[in-house]
């Protein structure tokens, strides 16, 4: 693959194709709207006193890397959709329960859009072009309906490898995937009712400290997490710099790079789709990465692809 040291940066909210074919007639995707509309809302509750801990605070950091990392970028990203290593079954299927909690749909659909996207890369094809718009590749795409990347047909091309397995088609159940994020909610309130309720036994102090860790740790994490897998979908294909001449507009974001777990480094991972590795220059710190590495040591990941 051809290296580039092309920098200028490519940002445009106009659109040059049309939207793909599964977008028409434009529909609004109502449930979607409604999930995404309400997470957002919720985690203004950060703004009111009565829901802030430290605790809370700890939650949204320790969440966003537990699920960004291990759920979005280390599960669904590098190992189901690139197989850039292989670990045992039982933590492959805890990395997609952690995903799954994103509130980004279940394994099955996040991959089978995602490898469409590496298929038709930034052409109309691709369910989330910027070409389209940039407000559509990050967020338009899901609040309207396509039918093409909902389709369970498509699913036989894109995941056929997962669909063959009956925990992916289990998960990839609506109920079934509303009731892993409430059992994980449940979770985060309990946790911090014992925290806020052991001290001196006081039921007010516990509903409030597990309303906290729900608020900070659920909410607002959720929703960070969802514009930074987002933020991948847009920004890198509009503006940033290039390591290497590949066919498409992915772009190196440094910005993103250090702050989505080295998902910001896409044109390198572009130019390597099935490498585990993103970061390939000594400043493009790749968390993800790392992530696997230390997994490797601790001999949950094995044959990890890093050419």
């Not at 089978?112 to 298929?119: A, E, G, I, T």
């Not at 790079?257 to 080295?262: D, T």
Request: hydrophobic fraction near 45%.
């Amino acid at each position: 693959m051809r290296q580039t040291s092309e920098s200028t940066p490519r940002l445009t909210l106009n659109r040059n194709v049309d939207l793909p074919e599964g977008a028409r007639p434009l529909r609004i995707n109502l449930p979607y709207l409604i999930v995404i509309g309400a997470v957002h809302l919720l985690s203004l509750l950060v703004l009111d006193p009565w829901y802030f801990s430290w605790a809370g605070v700890l939650s949204l950091v320790f969440g966003y890397f537990l699920f960004g990392i291990l759920g979005i970028t280390v599960g669904f990203h590098r190992l189901l959709s690139h197989r850039s290593f292989e670990c045992p079954k039982w933590f492959e299927y805890c990395l997609a329960l952690l995903g799954t909690c994103c509130l980004q749909e279940s394994a099955v659909w996040w991959v089978s859009v995602h490898r469409r996207h590496h298929l038709h890369t930034d052409d109309q094809p691709d369910p989330h072009t910027p070409k389209a718009g940039m407000l559509w590749s990050h967020i338009g795409w899901l609040l309207l309906i396509n039918r093409e990347s909902s389709r369970k047909e498509t699913y036989h091309r894109f995941t056929r490898d997962l669909t063959r397995q009956v925990f992916y088609t289990w998960t990839d159940n609506k109920l079934v995937m509303s009731l892993i994020v409430a059992i994980h909610m449940f979770v985060y309130f309990a946790v911090g009712f014992g925290l806020g309720w052991l001290p001196q036994g006081n039921v007010d102090s516990g509903v409030r400290m597990g309303s906290s860790l729900i608020v900070w740790g659920v909410f607002l994490r959720t929703v960070l997490v969802m514009h930074a897998a987002w933020s991948i979908n847009s920004i890198t294909h509009l503006w940033g710099y290039r390591n290497y001449d590949v066919p498409d507009d992915s772009r190196n974001n440094w910005i993103l790079g250090l702050l989505v777990h080295g998902e910001g480094w896409h044109n390198n991972h572009h130019a390597n789709i099935n490498s585990a590795r993103f970061g390939r220059q000594w400043w493009e710190l790749d968390t993800g990465y790392l992530t696997i590495c230390l997994l490797q040591k601790l001999g949950l990941a094995r044959n990890v692809v890093s050419h």
